[in-house]
Structures are given as structure tokens and as C-alpha cells.
């Protein structure tokens, strides 16, 4: 009996609230999400759109850039971290023109990471330039979070690289343009251009160039 009553208003709901209204109000809800957010950055190139629920980490929103009909996910986070425990970072994120980073995806610089033109990325995508701390002794006696931040260097990603879903790209690694890297792929060295590659380390699975 409470199943049809509560399926009548539910028919009765999606009656009056059609699928193009609640298209229409989502649209409008993410101008003003995207209006509100590029107070925020250093630079949110035209025609590019930062989804909703996104998080803004680490105080160096300023120096994330941006560039044209980009578009970032919903709720990624761009961690751009200036200062951490008793250290100062000079972060920065750069993500170029016709880009798309995918839903759920988190960036992390204390250093650089630089995205290239016409990049795609899946979901759940994982890209940082830092690490809490090294495997030394010393530190591993101390809890993550009480770690400074270790950086091997900065990521750099070439144009045109496509990288899949629950990708990890760990720092001090440049991806060729032209990559592809495969779902689930933990990237810890350098990849040259037009590679195809995956695993856990990622390995070179074929070569176009």
C-alpha cells in the first residue's frame, strides 16, 4: 500500500518536474558555480567550465591556470599547496586548451604540474608532484600527515595524452604527447611520446613513433 502511494507522487513529480527542467536548472546552477569559482584561480581560460562540487586545497588557488574550452570534472580537487607543516611550497597547475580532466579526479602540486593541450582523462584520475615524506626510517616513525612534503620533481604531461580511468601519475614523471595510459596504470618513470602503456609499475606495452 505505502509502494503505490509512494510511486503515485513520485509519478506525480516527475510529471511536473520534466527531464528538461531539471536539465535547464542544472545548467544554470553550473554558470553560477563557474562564475563563483573563477574569483578564485589564477586564470579560467573562455569557454572553459569547472564542474560542481570541485575542491580548492592548499591556499595557492592563484596560481592554478587554466586555459580555453577546457572543462574540469565534478568534484575534483586541485591541491595547490603554498605552505605545509613548518615548510612554503611555490605550487602551480597548468592545464592547457581543449582539455578535459574527468569526474573525481585529484591534482596535487607543491612544485609544478603542468597538463598539456587536448588532454582526456578518465575518472578517479590521481596526478601529484609531492609524497608525505620518503621511506627513510626516520620518517616512516612519524604518522603521514606529520611528514613533510617530499617532491622528486615536477609532472609534466604532453598534448594530446590520454589517460584512463584510476590512473596514478606519481612525481618527477613526464608523459610524451600523443600516450595513451591504461586504466588502473601507476606511471613512476618518464614515458616517451606516442606510447601506449599500463601496469603496476606502468611498462611500455607498444611504441607508434
Known amino acids: ?27 544554470y546552477r553550473a554558470v553560477i558555480h563557474n562564475h563563483w569559482i ?17 575542491q580548492l586545497q592548499g591556499g595557492g588557488n592563484k596560481n592554478i591556470y587554466i586555459g580555453n574550452n577546457t572543462g574540469i570534472g565534478k568534484y575534483v580537487i586541485l591541491g595547490c599547496w603554498k605552505h605545509y607543516l613548518d615548510k612554503d611550497y611555490e605550487p602551480k ?9 574527468g569526474d573525481y579526479t585529484q ?30 626510517f626516520s620518517e616512516l616513525q612519524k604518522r603521514p600527515r606529520q611528514r613533510n612534503l617530499y617532491i622528486k620533481g615536477p609532472v609534466i604531461i604532453g598534448d594530446n595524452v590520454w589517460i584512463g580511468d584510476k590512473v596514478s601519475i606519481l612525481s618527477g614523471v613526464t608523459i610524451g604527447e600523443g600516450s595513451i595510459i591504461g586504466c588502473n ?10 606510447s601506449v602503456v599500463g601496469g603496476v609499475p606502468a611498462k611500455i606495452i607498444k ?3
Open 1 to 27: 500500500m505505502l509502494k503505490n502511494i509512494f510511486l503515485s507522487i513520485l509519478d506525480i513529480v516527475v510529471r511536473l518536474y520534466p527531464l528538461k527542467i531539471k536539465d535547464k536548472l542544472e545548467y
Open 93 to 101: 597547475i597548468v592545464i592547457g586548451d581543449y582539455t578535459n580532466i
Open 185 to 194: 596504470a601507476v606511471v613512476t618513470h618518464d614515458i616517451p611520446p606516442y
Open 38 to 54: 573563477k574569483r578564485y584561480l589564477g586564470h579560467l581560460g573562455n569557454k572553459s567550465g569547472v564542474g560542481f562540487g570541485c
Open 207 to 209: 611504441s607508434v613513433k
Open 107 to 136: 591534482i596535487s602540486a607543491a612544485n609544478k604540474v603542468i597538463i598539456g593541450n587536448g588532454v582526456l582523462t578518465g575518472r578517479y584520475v590521481y596526478i601529484s608532484d609531492n609524497n608525505h615524506g620518503t621511506s627513510d
